[in-house]
Nanobody
Framework: QVQLVESGGGSVQAGGSLRLSCAAS?????MAWFRQAPGKEREGVAA????????VYADSVKGRFTISRDNVKNIVYLQMNSLKPEDTAMYYC????????????????WGPGTQVTVSS
């Protein structure tokens, strides 16, 4: 079974940047990032296909976040720029052997999460 471990979370001021990493124990088709803020439902942030790097993004992060992956090391990254206080959440890495979509139920494997806090 695939195991995922996130890293790179932390606290930053609005306008700053962070890069999250997620290491997978083996190769898997689609890898994605979700986030959950206190009192809110978990939402998809970005997902990346294994091939040419095709990715999908939530509208709220387009132009600010970039997802990428290293298929040799089985690591997926989330570069987050121009961070806003509303980006504050627990960020989770997820993986599925199926096609990529920002739909929580599509993912079978989840990491424990890493906290991102953006202050104004």
């Amino acid at each position: 079974q695939v195991q995922l471990v996130e890293s790179g979370g932390g606290s930053v001021q609005a306008g700053g940047s962070l890069r999250l990493s997620c290491a997978a124990s083996t190769h898997i088709n689609c890898m994605a990032w979700f986030r959950q803020a206190p009192g809110k439902e978990r939402e998809g942030v970005a997902a990346i296909f294994p091939g040419a790097g095709k990715a999908v993004y939530a509208d709220s992060v387009k132009g600010r976040f970039t997802i990428s992956r290293d298929n040799v090391k089985n690591i997926v990254y989330l570069q987050m720029n121009s961070l806003k206080p509303e980006d504050t959440a627990m960020y989770y890495c997820a993986a599925t052997p199926r096609a990529c979509a920002l739909v929580e139920d599509s993912y079978e494997t989840w990491g424990p999460g890493t906290q991102v806090t953006v202050s104004s």
